[in-house]
């Protein structure tokens, strides 16, 4: 477990290392990314959010009379969501939108053009169009006007070619003055400028555009946003626009538009009511009249002002009887009156008019009936006959009225069976007052008719009063709880996210790419990329240095000197144990390139420098570079393959002696054959190292790569010590398993060790340097003169 552990932290150090290491490229896109984010914010066009509170009331709560709430229906939203909902509906509407843009001029913006952006102005704008066209005509107009400030009295008019008022060439605008009468294709308009400190800048370029309502709408409707709790009556209205003074203006408008909607609908049903009250009022006061002419006219006729009074107890009885008499002839009268507006087809409003009939059940449903129109027409301002809602309700309300119809017919057959019952009775009564004058008879008659004639006007007149109360009783539906307001800060775009979503991009991209980089990279860079693909002893690394210095030197402070002297410890190590008087180092590599050549002849010079006899013998007789790296011409002609080839020539006659090491000899690979294979196969190669034996301390052999041709297995057998030579960042892991792993399970190369070559501590961000102390010899930069 605690193994697992360290592993784990190990890769974790490696993995921060890998991204540490390359700071400066995620710096980069960091820098970039916040300066785009920059360049967005300075000049893109900022949104503002204004918001509004409101409480939708009921029926009931928008009335200052509360007793006569039977005049408007029963509650609209009756405590239900679905209620606020549809009043949300209305608010939001295309209708009641379009008239806020009308109401508003939104369909005409000014803007002052810059160098780079051009700025709207809402409030006060620099000049202002009046046209002599109808409104409806500039609501259906899209066009711009370029305008050019000449002087405080002058302007250029420029056609709208979709060009930009800077640099334009001004001889393409016409000259005006303000105030003059300008002809344009949708009418004449005159342009005023404004006074005072909101007046035109000389040479300043405005920009007038004038949209279509239709095309405004949709944008609005889609910015403007309205929410509710659960069973809450609070709606809460938010609009975002790039001028939060224009935002707040829209929301007051809507407000205020929406109650008057509202009260609008309500007093429609109060109207309809007085319409039908007033009209019933002129008929029954006409028929009032002739009854009143009729019985001055009898009294005048036949003197009957002094008539006796009849028996108190008939008179008793007979009041009663004519009292209900008149109760059931009102009725009646009401009941023709209902069933005339019932059949009515050329009414403007399918309302009916609450009349007061003594049955509660009428009463309820021309109430219901009444509700259900009102619902209707709310529906048909924003919708058509062709809704499902519509025609259900539609459905509805013809259902009522036939429910109606049939009750009202049921209760005038009613009535009138009761009306000739009481007749009867009041035709025994009047018997019984035998000893009356025919003439007294006549006059109760006349005088029961002006009784039932001023019950009914009395009570219409009543109606008259209540109904024209009501008409100015409503409040606005919408109680305004927070009026318009905004904070003036943007909420497009957010500057602070802006900023921290580009500089997360910016440290993404780099980020992914160096992560998508090293999960696809397949090359080893170090020990532990090594020690993962084989499980072979390590024997060191060579860091990575120019191409200047390729050969160490004896006095050399460098990490790569270093690096030789601790491999050539470690091969002391190594070989401590070995019997033979003369330890031979072979070098070999999976492919060319690797640094092989490289690793032999440093080798053998750091060998050299602790003045132990080394020869250095060149056996990659197909590709040889130790004297290219050495930068020496061999001082004889021949060398390994001329030896091996020619029995004649003896092993002391191809060693090249160094003039600047004394310790260093080099054998050089000689001619290249055409048959570098069987060469090696040669026993002349045994009677070489034979007769070098006990003559060198070491013998180092540069090989030919194992990976690429078979001439270094045919000569292992002398090896004492293999080193095994990887290039970092060069040799791919999967042909490094393949090649260099069997050559170790098998042990085909004696006592193989890994050596890593040409490593770069900061490519991957993670490996260790060399060097311990200071270079006597480095030059001090300026800054640390004086230091000890």
């Known amino acids: 477990m605690e193994s697992r552990n360290i592993i784990s932290t190990k890769a974790l150090k490696k993995t921060l290392s890998l991204y540490l290491s390359r700071w400066k490229l995620i710096s980069f896109f960091v820098i970039i990314a916040l300066a785009l984010a920059y360049i967005h914010l300075r000049y893109s066009t900022s949104q503002f959010e204004a918001s509004a509170t409101i409480r939708i009331k009921d029926d009931k709560e928008s009335q200052k009379l509360p007793s006569l709430a039977e005049l408007s229906g029963s509650s609209l939203l009756s405590g239900k969501s679905s209620a606020i909902k549809d009043e949300i509906a209305v608010m939001t509407s295309r209708t009641l939108i379009s008239k806020i843009v009308k109401d508003l001029e939104l369909n005409i913006t000014y803007f002052e053009q810059g160098k780079i952006k051009e700025q709207e102005i809402y409030e006060n704008p620099p000049v202002k169009l009046n046209f002599f066209v109808n409104d409806s005509i500039i609501h259906k107009i899209d066009t711009t006007l370029y305008i050019k400030i000449k002087s405080p009295s002058e302007f250029l008019l420029f056609k709208d070619d979709g060009k930009s008022l800077i640099n334009r060439d001004e001889s393409l605008g016409r000259s005006f003055s303000f105030g003059d009468r300008i002809k344009t294709g949708f009418g004449d308009v005159v342009i005023i400028p404004n006074s005072g400190k909101h007046s035109p800048k000389i040479g300043s370029n405005l920009r007038v555009s004038i949209k279509r309502i239709s095309s405004l709408i949709g944008k609005y409707k889609s910015n403007l946003l309205a929410s509710t709790g659960d069973e809450s009556s609070v709606v809460k209205l938010s609009l975002q626009d790039n001028i939060p003074k224009r935002a707040i203006d829209i929301l007051n408008q809507i407000i205020r538009e929406y109650n008057n909607d509202i009260i609008t609908d309500k007093e429609e049903v109060v109207k309809v ?106 529906l048909l301002k924003n919708s058509t006959e062709s809704n499902p809602v519509v025609i259900n309700l539609n459905n509805q309300i013809n259902a009522l009225k036939e429910n109606l119809s049939s009750s009202l017919e049921n209760m005038r057959k009613s009535s009138e069976i009761t009306l000739n019952s009481l007749n009867k009775e009041d035709a025994r009564i009047r018997g019984q007052l035998y000893s009356a004058p025919t003439k007294q008879r006549q006059l109760r008659d006349i005088e029961r008719q002006q009784g039932i004639k001023e019950s009914l006007y009395l009570y219409l007149l009543e109606k008259r009063e209540e109904t024209a109360i009501t008409l100015g009783m409503f409040t606005p539906n ?311």
């Open 273 to 378: 009511t007085s319409d039908f009250i007033n009209n019933r009022l002129e008929l029954v006061f006409k028929e009032l009249e002739e009854v009143d002419f009729t019985a001055e006219q009898l009294q005048k006729r036949n003197n009957l002002t002094a008539l006796a009074s009849q028996a108190d107890i008939y008179l008793q009885s007979e009041r009663q009887t004519e009292s209900k008499i008149n109760s059931t002839t009102n009725n009646i009268q009401l009941i023709d009156y209902m069933q005339q507006e019932l059949k009515e087809k050329n009414k403007n409003s399918d309302l009916l008019p609450s009349v007061g009939l003594s049955d509660g059940n009428i009463a309820q449903v021309t109430r219901n009936h009444n509700e259900l129109v009102a619902e209707r027409d709310k």
């Open 478 to 788: 919408a109680k305004v709880i927070d009026s318009a307001y905004s904070s003036y800060a943007p909420v497009f775009p957010n500057k602070m996210f802006t900023y921290l979503a580009a500089f997360l991009i910016g440290l993404v991209i780099p980020v992914g790419f160096i992560y998508l980089k090293d999960l696809l990279d397949t090359k080893i860079y170090d020990k532990d990329d090594l020690l993962e693909v084989v499980n072979i002893p390590y024997i060191g690394d060579i860091p990575l240095t120019s191409k200047k210095s390729k050969l160490i030197t004896k006095v050399d402070y460098s990490p790569k000197a270093e690096a030789f002297r601790i491999i050539r410890s470690n091969i002391d190590f190594l070989l401590k144990n070995n019997d033979s008087k003369t330890k031979k180092v072979f070098i070999t590599s999976t492919r060319a390139q690797e640094g092989k050549s490289h690793t032999s002849t440093n080798l053998a010079s750091s060998i050299s420098f602790s003045e132990k006899s080394v020869l250095l013998i060149e056996m990659d007789i197909r590709v040889p570079k130790i004297m290219q790296y050495l930068n020496k011409k061999p001082t004889s002609k021949i060398g390994l393959s001329d030896y091996i080839a020619n029995k004649s020539i003896k092993p002391n006659e191809i060693v090249n002696k160094l003039k600047t090491n004394s310790y260093l000899d080099i054998i050089p690979s000689g001619s290249i054959p055409p048959n570098p294979s069987e060469l090696l196969m040669s026993d002349r190669i045994k009677d070489l190292f034979d007769y070098f034996e006990g003559k060198y301390d070491y013998i180092i052999v540069d090989t030919s790569a194992v990976g690429l041709v078979s001439d270094t297995m045919l000569i292992s057998k002398f090896a004492d010590m293999f080193i095994y030579v990887v290039g970092a960042n060069n040799v791919d892991k999967r042909q490094l398993s393949a090649v260099a792993k069997p050559l170790y399970d098998d042990n085909r190369l004696p006592n193989m060790n890994m050596l890593l070559n040409g490593t770069d501590f900061d490519k991957k961000g993670y490996g260790y340097g060399y060097g311990y102390g200071d270079n006597p010899h480095k030059k001090k930069k300026w800054y640390q003169f004086g230091k000890a």
